[in-house]
């Protein structure tokens, strides 16, 4: 950010989205750390939300509203946040990078961007959490996490305002990330999530993300879905699974590597459901 001239506080969201507009190579920041990592970075105004009240974390009428400025740290130390999917956020917050980058990484910049270390996105959409968003007019509209991944993340201008997550601790839920280390970048982040009924599985979401962008895979949920708990076929899921997912390049682990991986931590996952379903 060495081209840096302007630092700014808003005194409200009207003037962020003024101030914005007023200048094209204008960015939001909160945590900072996207802009960070960008190389590509020409930004000279610099757009501080933090003072603008998007950190609450509210629980009611079934759902939890997390502001786009709630870090990670403040999310994992939120009793709100436990209530969603059975802990499985909170996991996932625990396990993203160390304790000073917790500190500083906000939801909605790990959301903003379709990074693929970043550890939130598939949560968001084996949850089926939206995402709240106001355009530089000022207009607010809410979108699916699905719909939000899939168009790139926010548009330049487009400010997220807060995530919700319904509350659905009826289901399964599941997560995991693979990394040398806690802080290092990681080489594959899976969630799962399924709907059991008298034994058999009636609905259910898998995303994955690193070895691909952060996406649904929605052959193997339609081929989870009605199968008995107890008699799973495992095998012909991971044959399902290896063709859903086209592994991108990594100069660090083969794609061989990584895509046993994913059938190992697959597996993993089906296990404690059988094993939390008995």
């Not at 060495?2 to 005194?11: D, G």
């Not at 061989?256 to 697959?266: A, C, D, N, P």
Request: glycine share 6%; charged share 25%; net charge neutral.
């Amino acid at each position: 950010m060495k081209n840096v001239t302007e630092y700014l506080y808003p005194s409200d969201l009207s003037q962020a989205l003024i101030l914005y507009a007023e200048h094209e190579e204008s960015a939001y920041i909160a945590g900072g750390t996207h802009l960070a990592a960008e190389s590509r970075n020409n930004t000279k105004r610099l757009i501080d939300i933090t003072r603008l009240g998007l950190n609450e974390i509210i629980d009611g009428n079934g759902e939890v509203q997390v502001g786009a400025t709630a870090t990670i740290t403040e999310m994992y130390s939120s009793p709100e946040i436990s209530k969603v999917g059975n802990g499985v956020l909170k996991k996932a917050c625990q396990l993203i990078a160390d304790t000073p980058l917790r500190n500083a990484i906000t939801l909605g910049g790990n959301i903003s961007r379709l990074y693929t270390w970043v550890g939130l996105p598939v949560v968001l959409l084996t949850l089926d959490a939206e995402v709240e968003i106001m355009n530089l007019h000022g207009e607010r509209k809410r979108v699916p996490a699905a719909d939000h991944f899939a168009n790139g993340g926010v548009k330049d201008g487009d400010l997220i305002l807060k995530v919700r997550f319904p509350v659905r601790n009826a289901w399964f839920h599941s997560y995991e990330k693979f990394s040398l280390t806690t802080a290092d970048y990681t080489w594959l982040t899976i969630a799962f999530a399924a709907e059991v009924k008298d034994g058999k599985i009636t609905d259910a979401r898998l995303a994955v993300s690193r070895i691909t962008k952060a996406t649904r895979l929605k052959a193997v949920e339609n081929a989870l879905i009605g199968q008995e708990i107890a008699n799973i076929d495992v095998e012909s899921l991971l044959t399902v699974l290896e063709s859903s997912v086209d592994i991108v390049k990594d100069f660090r682990v083969s794609k061989e590597y990584r895509r046993q991986l994913l059938g190992v931590l697959f597996k993993r996952m089906i296990q404690k459901l059988q094993e939390e379903t008995k």
